[in-house]
């Protein structure tokens, strides 16, 4: 599977806040550190090989989440929570761990946004695993700065595109959506989950400005779809503080 393509190998503890998950039949996907108990996936990723039917506490105990360095062993998912929104309008989920992670260099949370930074030409840092068109390394980090791209430009894009590619981005006014680079970088199978991540210069604080969602844009299509995390704040907030 291909996953970003093009792109920088990340350093060590670049991206503190990136998860990798590993759902049944092993596949491979992305998952956002939010606290020391708490990250955010996609609905989609979650229900990668279960059918729709399955409930997310028999979906649960099949995920595995690795934070930090690959030497890190797996951690256990104790609870899984879809957004009210998915699958129609919001493709988002929070991943409750079964224990607080220990949080140093290499495992830290990502910061909430508490202003909208999602702007026009805005540029972001997307991070995922995963062999790219020049790189053959399976387990290396990678990275891309990409711009935010105009919502309407997004929407005529994939409204022109028929119904005949097999998956579709769910697009509403809870999304937005990210651009290549000048490199012709992009995003690809196996990102989805990972956080468009900004950095504000007033506080010098990271901030998960959105969440991956389509990410089966690689080469082929134009547009990655990301979740609007400050859209979904309240929400997040809310399933957080119940526990």
């Known amino acids: ?25 092993n596949l491979t996907v992305g998952a956002t550190l939010i606290s020391d108990q708490w990250l955010l ?15 997310p506490e028999e979906i649960a105990p099949t995920l595995r989440l690795f934070l930090g360095s690959k030497e890190q062993p797996a951690l256990s998912i ?22 607080k992670v220990l949080l140093g260099e290499e495992v830290m949370p990502i910061c909430l946004p508490q202003k909208n930074y999602v702007q026009s030409g805005r540029v972001g840092y997307i991070s995922g695993w995963g062999r790219g068109a ?37 697009l509403s006014n809870d999304t937005f959506c990210v651009g290549m680079s000048e490199l012709q970088e992009n995003t690809c199978y196996g990102d989805a989950g990972g956080a468009f991540a900004v950095h504000d210069s007033d506080d010098n604080t990271w901030y998960a400005a959105g969440i991956l969602s389509y990410d089966k844009t690689c080469m082929a299509s134009m547009y990655g779809v990301y979740v609007n995390v400050q859209r979904v704040l309240a929400w997040v907030k809310e399933t957080v503080a119940a526990g």
């Open 1 to 25: 599977m291909q996953r970003i393509i093009g792109g920088l190998l990340a350093g060590k503890g670049s991206f503190p806040w990136q998860g990798r998950m590993v759902t049944r039949h």
């Open 41 to 55: 996936t996609t609905g989609r990723n979650v229900y990668l090989n279960h059918s729709e039917n399955a409930k």
């Open 78 to 99: 104790e609870r899984v929570v879809l957004h009210s929104g998915y699958p129609e309008t919001v493709d988002l989920a929070l991943l409750k761990l079964k224990q």
């Open 134 to 170: 020049t790189f053959a390394f399976p387990d290396m980090l990678k990275y891309v700065m990409l711009p935010v791209a105009k919502d309407k430009d997004c929407r005529q894009y994939y409204e022109a595109r028929n119904d005949s590619y097999w998956v579709q981005p769910i």
